[in-house]
Nanobody, 124 residues
Framework: QVLLVESGGGLVQAGGSLRLSCGAS????????MGWFGQAPGKERDFVAG????????YYADSVKGRFTISRDSAKNTAYLEMNSLTPEDTAVYYC?????????????????WGQGTQVTVSS
């Protein structure tokens, strides 16, 4: 069983920054691609960013390119999402996810493991 725990969400003003973290239990972390998804109220869970098993490849949704950076530290079983130049449109619950296959983009319906989510609210 794999447990993913997100942290780092909160309330921030437009133009500000946040850094989300996702800690994983279990030994599979380094064998899985990892991604972040965002779900705004009343909307579907959308892909935000993904990183391959080794960290050598990344992929971003167009809406966050140049603003968000995904990374991972396999020694710590932890992945990160650095979020800069935040706008109110970025407000959502952000979920980390593990997928046994690297995809561009990762697909919510094919994810193997989900975290519980962390709320990000950006005020105008």
């Amino acid at each position: 069983q794999v447990l993913l725990v997100e942290s780092g969400g909160g309330l921030v003003q437009a133009g500000g920054s946040l850094r989300l973290s996702c800690g994983a239990s279990g030994r599979i972390f380094r064998r899985y691609a990892m991604g972040w998804f965002g779900q705004a109220p009343g909307k579907e869970r959308d892909f935000v960013a993904g990183i391959s098993e080794t960290g050598s490849n990344t992929y971003y949704a167009d809406s966050v390119k140049g603003r968000f950076t995904i990374s991972r530290d396999s020694a710590k079983n932890t992945a990160y999402l650095e979020m800069n130049s935040l706008t109110p449109e970025d407000t959502a619950v952000y979920y980390c996810a593990l997928d046994s296959r690297w995809r561009t983009p990762l697909v919510a319906g094919l994810v193997d493991y989900w975290g519980q989510g962390t709320q990000v609210t950006v005020s105008s």
